[in-house]
C-alpha cells in the first residue's frame, strides 16, 4: 500500500540483505528481485524461512508479524529466537 518497492529494493541492496515477505503479502516486494526470498510462515517458501533462521537482525517493514509469519515449518522453528528485532 505504500508503493514502497524502489526503497526496499535500495535498502537491500545496499545492506546485501535478503527480502523475505509474510503470508498473504506476496506482493509486497518483487519477486524477480536477487535479493527476494519468496515468504514466510504458513504456505512459504523454504529459502525464506532459511534466511530467517540464519538472520542476527531483522529488519520488519509494515509487518506485525503474526502467527502465520513466524508459524514454525518444514520441521523446524524457523524465526531466530536470538536476533535484533527492528
Same mark, same amino acid.
Given at each position: 500500500?505504500?508503493d514502497?518497492?524502489?526503497?526496499?529494493? $535500495?535498502?537491500?541492496?545496499?545492506?546485501? @540483505?535478503? =527480502?523475505?515477505?509474510?503470508?498473504?503479502?506476496?506482493? /509486497?516486494?518483487?519477486?524477480?528481485?536477487?535479493?527476494?526470498?519468496?515468504?514466510l510462515?504458513?504456505?512459504?517458501?523454504?529459502? $525464506?524461512?532459511?534466511?530467517?533462521?540464519? @538472520?542476527? =537482525?531483522v529488519?520488519?517493514?509494515?509487518?506485525?508479524? /503474526?502467527?502465520?509469519?513466524?508459524?514454525?515449518?518444514?520441521?523446524?522453528?524457523?524465526?531466530?529466537?536470538?536476533?535484533?528485532?527492528?
Amino acid at each position: 500500500m505504500g508503493d514502497a518497492y524502489a526503497e526496499v529494493a $535500495a535498502l537491500s541492496e545496499y545492506l546485501g @540483505a535478503p =527480502v523475505a515477505c509474510t503470508y498473504l503479502h506476496n506482493d /509486497s516486494f518483487m519477486a524477480n528481485h536477487p535479493n527476494s526470498v519468496g515468504n514466510l510462515g504458513y504456505q512459504g517458501h523454504k529459502s $525464506a524461512m532459511n534466511a530467517m533462521h540464519e @538472520a542476527d =537482525v531483522v529488519i520488519a517493514l509494515g509487518s506485525r508479524l /503474526s502467527v502465520f509469519g513466524t508459524l514454525p515449518q518444514y520441521n523446524f522453528d524457523y524465526f531466530p529466537k536470538n536476533a535484533k528485532i527492528i
